[in-house]
Structure formats: C-alpha cells, structure tokens
C-alpha cells in the first residue's frame, strides 16, 4: 500500500488552522457588529428625560418673559394715568382757588370803582386820611392777585372789552380805546369783569 504525502499545514476537514485558534465564526462577528450599530442609534431613557426638561424649560422661560412684558406695560400705562390724574386735579384745585378768591374779590370792586372816581374828581389829595385807606385797600387787592386792564390807546379787543359806544374819529385806522369808562379786572386767569369802553373807529 502506498503512502500518502502529509502536510503539516493540512488539517483534516480543510479547516484552517488560524481560523480554528481564533476560535470564533465570521457569522457570529457580522451579528455582533450589528449589534453594536444598533445600540449606538437608540435613545436612552435619560436622554429623553433631558430632552422633555429642557423643552419645558424654554417654555417656562417664554411664559415669565411674556407675563414680565405685560406686567411691565401695565406698570407704564398707570403710571401715565396716575401723573395724567394729578395734573388734571392739580389744575382743577388752582382753578377753583382762583374762583374762590374772584369771588371775594368781586365784593371789592364797587369800593375800588368808587376810589378811581374819587380819584378823577380830585377828591383824593396827597396826604389825606382818606388817601392813605384808599392806597392801602388797593395794596390789599394787588397782593389778592387782582389786576386791572383796559387803557385809552390800546387797541379794542372784542374778547376783553366791552364796546358802550362807538365814535367816528378821523386819522383812526382800525378800533382803538378812546376812553375808559369802567376798568376791567382779572385774577390770575379768571376775567372778573370787562373793560367798558368808549372806541373810536374810522371815520367814513
């Protein structure tokens, strides 16, 4: 019976030696790194936690920055009012104290009537008792705040004169206060009384 050559390299089966040593199957490692892919792409639970706080997170945030704006606007607006208020009331507080006062000073007129007349017929003299009250009465009503207007010259004013008669005058080019017969009176902004006046006007 012949012999058969033997190769050492040769093992029975046809396997070979370095793939037996290694001991592992080339289907079982294509499993494994399919495996290891598809761990790789999961989500873990924690990462879905992080993900749902940090949403709520912003939207929380969006939330406190709307209510801030709106709080904030609403701070402006009445603040605007309020300021609005205290003008409004500040106005109307000097505008009655100017009434109140008129008021008072309106029983004062007649008697200050009476001294510019006193005045015009000379019965005023310097020195006498009777001048001495009238100037310290006229004292009393310019610290009150009352104010006299209307004067021979001035241009006539419809809105603060009062027309009792109306004289043709030659050279005159427009309304002019001719004469003076009542003085007009003012405190503050509140008209007391208008100026009655003689008006001279262009003569046709």
């Given at each position: ?20 040593a290694?001991?592992s ?6 499993e ?6 598809a761990e ?23 939330v406190?920055?709307?209510?801030e ?32 006062q008129?008021?008072v000073a309106?029983?004062?007129?007649p ?5 510019d007349?006193?005045e015009?017929?000379?019965?005023l ?15 009393v ?12 010259g001035?241009v ?15 050279g005159?080019t427009?309304p ?10 003012r405190?503050?902004s ?15």
């Open positions: 019976m012949a012999d058969k050559d033997f190769d050492e390299n040769e093992v029975p089966g046809g396997e070979d030696p370095e793939a037996q290694s001991g199957d080339p289907q079982e490692g294509q494994n790194a399919g495996d290891t892919g790789g792409e999961e989500l873990t639970v924690d990462d879905i936690l992080g993900a749902s706080q940090n949403a709520d997170a912003a939207a929380e945030d969006a406190l920055a709307d209510l704006s709106q709080l904030l606007n609403d701070l402006k607006r009445l603040q605007a009012e309020y300021a609005n208020y205290r003008r409004r009331t500040e106005e109307q507080r000097e505008l009655e104290i100017e009434r109140a008129g008021a309106k029983g004062l007129l008697v200050l009537d009476d001294l007349r006193a015009k017929h000379g019965d003299e310097e020195g006498s008792p009777f001048t001495a009250i009238a100037e310290k009465l006229r004292g009503a310019e610290k009150m705040g009352l104010r006299t207007y209307g004067e021979a001035e006539f004013d419809p809105q603060q004169h009062e027309a009792i008669f109306q004289a043709p005058t030659p005159v427009e002019t206060i001719l004469e003076v017969v009542e003085i007009g009176y405190l503050g509140v008209e007391l009384r208008p100026a009655k006046v003689v008006v001279a006007v262009p003569a046709e």
